[in-house]
């Protein structure tokens, strides 16, 4: 026969208190979806704007997330994602937030040997391109 053990009342307040006990920040400060196997780029646009691209392995697919950060709000962009020079995905996203940046998240087929994920997006007004390559 097998028994269970619980952390009966004392350990459970402890718990508790030792949870209350952290700061805030410190529970907060790491992301839930960080990750060893994800790959990650950064770099600038053909303007002030930032882009990233981060490739990371979902249950056996590969989630790619794109991101443009102009810190403007209301900039209209014109984004697409490519896998392996076909075309996977594309749209159109505004600015928002305090950040003044949009995120495209998508999940490919991982296919085999290494892949190429590339982002790009220009903004409608401005012509401003911005194009990030991951390879996973």
Avoid at 77 to 102: P, V
Wanted: hydrophobic fraction near 35%; include cysteine; aromatic fraction near 6%.
């Amino acid at each position: 026969m097998t028994t269970r053990t619980s952390p009966g009342r004392f350990g459970a307040l402890a718990l508790a208190a030792a949870a209350t006990a952290l700061p805030l920040t410190l529970l907060t400060a790491v992301p839930a979806s960080a990750n060893d196997d994800d790959v990650i780029r950064r770099g600038g646009c053909s303007g002030a704007t930032d882009w990233k691209l981060k490739a990371s392995p979902e249950d056996g697919r590969i989630e790619v997330e794109g991101e443009i950060d102009s810190n403007r709000n209301g900039q209209e962009w014109r984004w697409r994602m490519k896998h392996n020079g076909s075309l996977t995905a594309k749209g159109t996203k505004t600015t928002r937030g305090a950040s003044g940046s949009f995120e495209v998240r998508r999940v490919v087929v991982d296919l085999r040997g290494t892949d190429r994920l590339v982002f790009r997006a220009v903004d409608k007004r401005s012509g401003e391109v911005c194009r990030g390559t991951v390879r996973f």
